[in-house]
């Protein structure tokens, strides 16, 4: 079951997967924390890390504000112990420029018509690209997709398969 969303949620989709999450959410599907895979540059990324170093050293002090994306909810994150998990800009380059390609989602599904046409969708394992059957929790079935692609204009293109591809089998189509 969908959650009450804020009504700021809507900005803090991807663009990518706006109508996948749309396309689930009025179904009363709900779904996972997200990211369409992005396709930024080194230099893209040293505002980043100036700012998630800031941010660090915020919420060892005085803390810092932040909300619940899905009900606007306000906390304030503090903790003397935080560490951001790079020693430097090179490393954080390192591991986050190399994955942030990595589209993802994930989406709980009860209803048992829809888990047996969303499981013929299942694929070969793949490291990058997948569609998957991950687990449950509470008798909801988690699927998750998995999209890396070369550029963001065909990553786009990949996510719009797998809303038509979804959209089909709850049509009950495959």
Known sequence: MVPNLSPDFDKTVDPALQPLV?????RRI??????????????????????ISSDSEVI?????PVSDVETGEKFLFKNKDYRIPW??????????????SQGYIGFYVRDTDYVRSLRHLI???SLYNYFRESGSVDKHILFTIGVRKTNSEDQSKEWNKWLVAIQQAFLGVY
């Open 22 to 26: 749309d396309y689930l959410h009025l």
């Open 30 to 51: 709900s779904t996972t924390p997200s990211c369409e895979g992005h396709f930024s540059s080194v230099e893209e990324f040293e505002p980043i890390w100036k700012k």
């Open 60 to 64: 060892r002090t005085r803390g810092l």
């Open 87 to 100: 020693e430097n800009y090179e490393s954080f380059w390192e591991e986050a420029g190399t994955s942030q």
């Open 123 to 125: 694929t070969e394992p």
